[in-house]
């Protein structure tokens, strides 16, 4: 049996990490809540070292987006580990840089043939835009005034992530973009978990959590395997 190299054990890593952080999420003690202070600020670390590690994704078109996306996502995970409107402000401010950081790439990358919102995943975009922004906004303006507005533009940058890894260009590898795709699905999956227990389902059930951390990691590591695919040239260009 070869060797598992170490952009493998990396990935293993992460997986394990996100699925206890994830259990440590969902419970109500707050002893076990506090050590979500060690596992919580590792997850994208250990995600961005497995892709760094990786020969061929260093020759991705993605990488450097996918990093910098990262990078916020560590900055988002810190701040969102504190109560407060603030808190929270700031760490929305940090994944959407994340998510402008990822559309960066897909754009460089996008298919120049299809108009961004022609695409069912693009029209799902936009009905997430016309419908949860508002619902969400309007929940955040409730708490606290100013939050509206951003929540409002944190699901616009969402959106268009969502959309952008939706549209990426068919020479890339059906795996790449299949991954990618599904990344950005689950990402906006549980961010929309995140705000609705966040602004509207105040006495949702503890476990509702793990669910948001676990689409948030699996999302994470589907776009960052998916950056990793991207090196590869598909079958179609080889042809």
């Given amino acids: 049996m070869s060797r598992l190299s170490p952009s493998a054990k990396l990935t293993l890593g992460y997986v394990g990490l996100a699925a206890f952080d994830a259990w440590l999420s969902g419970t109500s003690s707050p002893r076990l809540h506090r050590a979500r202070l060690v596992t919580k600020p590792l997850l994208m670390p250990v995600l961005a070292a497995s892709l760094a590690t990786d020969p061929k994704a260093r020759r991705s078109p993605l990488f450097a987006s996918t990093v910098v996306g990262q990078a916020f996502g560590w900055g ?17 401010g940090s994944f959407g840089m994340g998510h402008m950081s990822y559309i ?7 298919n120049r043939n299809q108009a961004l919102g022609s695409s069912r995943i ?21 708490e606290e005034l100013v939050l509206g507005p951003a929540v409002l533009g944190y699901t616009g940058l969402l959106s268009a992530m969502l959309a952008h890894a939706g549209n990426l260009d068919p020479a ?6 299949r991954q990618t795709l599904a990344g950005a699905a689950l990402f906006a999956t549980s961010d929309t978990l995140l705000g609705l ?5 105040k006495k949702a059930p503890a476990r509702l959590e793990s669910v948001v951390m676990i689409t948030y990691s699996a999302g994470q590591l589907l776009i960052s395997r998916g950056a990793a695919q991207a090196s590869q040239r598909s079958a179609a260009t080889l042809g």
Avoid: Q
């Fill in 122 to 142: 693009g029209k799902l975009a936009k009905a997430l835009v016309v419908t949860g922004g508002p619902t969400m906004a309007v929940g955040a303006a409730r």
């Fill in 104 to 110: 960066s790439g897909f754009r460089r990358k996008r």
């Fill in 76 to 92: 988002g995970d810190v701040l969102l580990l504190k109560e407060g409107t603030e808190a929270f402000a700031a760490g929305a």
């Fill in 197 to 201: 227990r966040h602004f509207w389902w």
């Fill in 172 to 177: 890339l590898p059906a795996s790449a973009r």
